[in-house]
């Protein structure tokens, strides 16, 4: 069964809606069947708010897993949004940083999202990842990580690509991957060509291979909307015109 959500959390959630308007959705391909990969820019918190509110199917969403748990959020929230401030006023964030852990705790529990575990707990966001789209639920995926692509991405870490090996060993089915662009200025989510999973590959030619076509996709997605401000994965960095 669905999880009800507490009621502090649906009250929030829409009174986050009123104030963050809707996005429109641009579809280049049809899709027609779910339990697919979405791979999105980050757009800082942009993204997951846009795919959280706004998605247009039933999803789950990979977040980090040092956002769930309690101990976890404050030293993960310094350094990965605050790293740049000012150390004058790290102070101020650092009690901040406590401040926000029990409202990640809480909202990450119900906002439909699969904890990404970077240690051998890996095997558990990969299982729950491939129990969801077996329940033909689509999962959107934040790759991007501190090296620098291009103006529009980060670069992406791969393995996240290793999800359509094991759900092709576990039921002989190809998992495709969407390339999504997220454009905070314009308000729109743009949904690209997918790119299917071989599973005759070797699965490093296939990391390579699938993480390239997303990237140059996802670019391409984000250069054909008019001009906007690019929002980048690092909090701290200056925004940019696309083109």
Not at 30 to 36: A, L, V
Not at 105 to 114: C, G, H, L, Q, S
Not at 121 to 148: G, Y
Request: proline letters at 5%; glycine letters at 2%; a positive charge.
């Amino acid at each position: 069964m669905k999880q009800k959500k507490p009621l502090i959390f649906r009250v929030t959630e829409k009174i986050v809606r009123l104030i963050y308007r809707p996005y429109k959705i641009i579809y280049y391909d049809d899709i027609t069947e779910h339990g697919n990969l979405f791979i999105a820019n980050h757009a800082q918190i942009h993204g997951p708010l846009a795919t959280y509110l706004y998605f247009p199917f039933p999803k789950k969403t990979w977040v980090i897993s040092n956002m769930t748990k309690l101990k976890e959020v404050p030293a993960y929230a310094r350094e990965d949004f605050w790293r740049h401030k000012h150390w004058s006023i790290k102070w101020l964030f650092w009690i901040f940083s406590y401040m926000i852990a029990p409202i990640s705790v809480f909202f990450m529990k119900y906002a439909d999202t699969i904890p990404v575990y970077k240690d051998m707990r890996a095997h558990i966001t990969f299982r729950d990842t491939i129990e969801s789209l077996s329940n033909q639920t689509d999962v959107v995926i934040f790759p991007e990580c501190r090296k620098e692509y291009n103006h529009i991405l980060f670069d992406f870490q791969k393995h996240f690509v290793d999800i359509a090996r094991l759900y092709y060993k576990k039921h002989h089915q190809v998992i495709k991957f969407y390339p999504m662009y997220i454009c905070k200025d314009l308000k729109t989510i743009v949904i690209g060509k997918a790119i299917s999973f071989n599973p005759d590959n070797d699965i490093e030619d296939e990391r390579i291979r699938i993480t390239t076509y997303l990237k140059e996709e996802i670019t391409k997605l984000a250069l054909d909307l008019p001009s906007h401000k690019v929002i980048p994965y690092i909090n701290g960095l200056k925004r940019v015109k696309s083109k």
